[in-house]
């Protein structure tokens, strides 16, 4: 944003529609900490080569069944704070608890196993391009089992492949099922691996701005479908979006990052597009 002629705390004010609610960090921060946390980030920073720092003393915690959106501008450090929740980034300091256990010291099977309790959905989906539908969504079943058996769609056992196909019923693609992921849309491929996070049975879903590489209309679809099944789950969600619109539509909660620090922590229903893109774009 050019020329700026108001401070940080006044345009995260204007954001604001409701203004008897003039405190939105405090008041989220007190909601969520109300109820059980399935995520509580404390003091977390992420420094890249001894002297760039990404993030800076974030700290946040999300209660049970709560959708959360991430937004900032490119580069504010999103995706690597959603990576840092999960460590598939290691933070460079900072404490973290998934589903009521710390996190942050875990390792080896321990971490696998606290991991595989989240889903995790991709930009890019992170399919097997030449394995159909159906073996992809039953690779979710590989957090909970493992062998030869969770490989192939034509080797599972008859309860997990009949669970595959019922996710991906759920998703409106079970008439694709045994058609290769690298000849659907990107708008299936994302159906898909939204399936086969489900199949995980996960207490918790993340997910890295998962409509960003569709087009307005798959997205739209996408993130309706993505947000009813979580919903019907009564899953915990926080999910990295650069679409304003869809923050403010499918989240309850409204997380913002500038500059690598946490500025912006508000129910989103306080919250108007106009303020938001001043500062957002």
Same mark, same amino acid.
């Given at each position: 944003?050019?020329?700026l002629?108001?401070?940080?705390?006044?345009?995260?004010?204007d954001?604001?529609?409701?203004?008897?609610?003039?405190a939105p960090?405090?008041?989220?921060?007190?909601?969520a900490?109300?109820?059980?946390?399935?995520i509580e980030?404390?003091?977390?920073?992420?420094t890249?080569g001894?002297s760039v720092q990404?993030?800076?003393?974030i700290?946040?915690?999300?209660?049970s069944g709560?959708?959360?959106a991430?937004?900032g501008?490119n580069?504010?450090?999103?995706?690597?704070l959603?990576?840092?929740?999960?460590?598939?980034?290691?933070?460079?300091?900072?404490?973290?608890?998934?589903?009521n256990?710390?996190?942050?010291n875990?390792?080896?099977?321990a971490? /696998?196993?606290?991991?595989?309790?989240v889903g995790?959905?991709?930009?890019?989906h992170?399919?097997?391009?030449?394995?159909?539908?159906?073996?992809?969504?039953?690779?979710?079943?590989?957090a909970?089992k493992k062998?030869p058996f969770? %490989?192939?769609? %034509?080797?599972?056992?008859?309860k997990?492949?009949e669970?595959?196909?019922l996710?991906?019923? /759920?998703?409106g693609?079970a008439?694709?099922?045994l058609r290769r992921v690298?000849?659907?849309?990107?708008?299936?491929?994302?159906r898909v691996?939204?399936?086969?996070?489900?199949?995980?049975q996960?207490k918790m879903?993340m997910?890295?701005e998962?409509?960003a590489s569709?087009?307005?209309v798959?997205?739209?679809e996408v993130?309706?479908?993505?947000l009813?099944?979580?919903?019907?789950?009564g899953?915990?969600l926080l999910?990295?979006s650069?679409?304003?619109?869809?923050?403010l539509?499918?989240a309850d /909660?409204?997380i913002?990052l500038?500059?690598?620090?946490l500025?912006?922590?508000a129910?989103?229903?306080?919250?108007?597009?106009a303020?938001? /893109?001043?500062?957002?774009?």
């Open positions: 944003m050019n020329n002629a108001f401070t940080t705390a006044e345009v995260f004010a954001c604001l529609e409701n203004t008897a609610v003039n960090f405090e008041t989220a921060r007190a909601v900490t109300a109820a059980v946390a399935d980030v404390t003091g977390l920073t992420k890249f001894g990404v993030l800076r003393d700290h946040f915690s999300i209660p709560q959708a959360v991430l937004i501008h580069g504010s450090g999103k995706s690597t959603l990576r840092c929740c999960l460590r598939l980034i290691e933070p460079s300091a900072g404490t973290i608890n998934l589903l256990r710390p996190f942050s875990l390792s080896g099977k971490l /696998r196993n606290l991991r595989s309790q995790f959905i991709f930009q890019r992170n399919l097997v391009p030449r394995l159909s539908a159906l073996t992809n969504v039953l690779h979710g079943v590989q909970r062998g969770t %490989w192939f769609h %034509w080797m599972a056992a008859q997990d492949r669970e595959a196909m996710q991906l019923e /759920r998703v693609l008439h694709l099922a690298n000849q659907l849309s990107g708008g299936e491929s994302q691996a939204i399936a086969r996070a489900l199949m995980q996960p879903v997910a890295d998962p409509a569709l087009d307005p798959a997205g739209e993130m309706q479908l993505f009813r099944c979580i919903k019907e789950e899953l915990t999910f990295v650069h679409n304003l619109e869809h923050a539509r499918y /909660r409204v913002g500038r500059g690598g620090k500025e912006l922590d129910p989103a229903s306080t919250l108007n597009l303020s938001l /893109r001043k500062i957002y774009g």
